[in-house]
């Protein structure tokens, strides 16, 4: 593991974040307002620019109406997915 896997899981961390948004049809504003995090948090997240916290991922997360072990589950399969 090292630098190489860790952009592959934030890469996916970012992907992840924006599909699960898109499936509950919310925007990056209602998203930072759910999670009582900046808009500009998040898009900075959906790039892969920045990375959460623990607590902000947990709230992230529930944000998104699922509990944090499933979303970072998802993050790693999606990470070994893609390139």
Do not use: F
Request: overall charge positive; hydrophobic content about 40%.
């Amino acid at each position: 593991m090292g630098k190489e896997h860790d952009a592959r899981i934030v890469k996916a961390a970012a992907a992840e974040i924006k599909s699960r948004r898109g499936r509950i049809n919310i925007n990056q504003e209602e998203l930072a307002h759910r999670a009582e995090v900046h808009r500009s948090y998040i898009a900075r997240l959906e790039v892969g620019s920045s990375q959460p916290t623990l607590a902000v991922l947990v709230r992230i997360a529930a944000a998104l109406e699922t509990d944090a072990s499933e979303l970072v589950g998802a993050i790693v399969k999606r990470s070994k997915r893609e390139p």
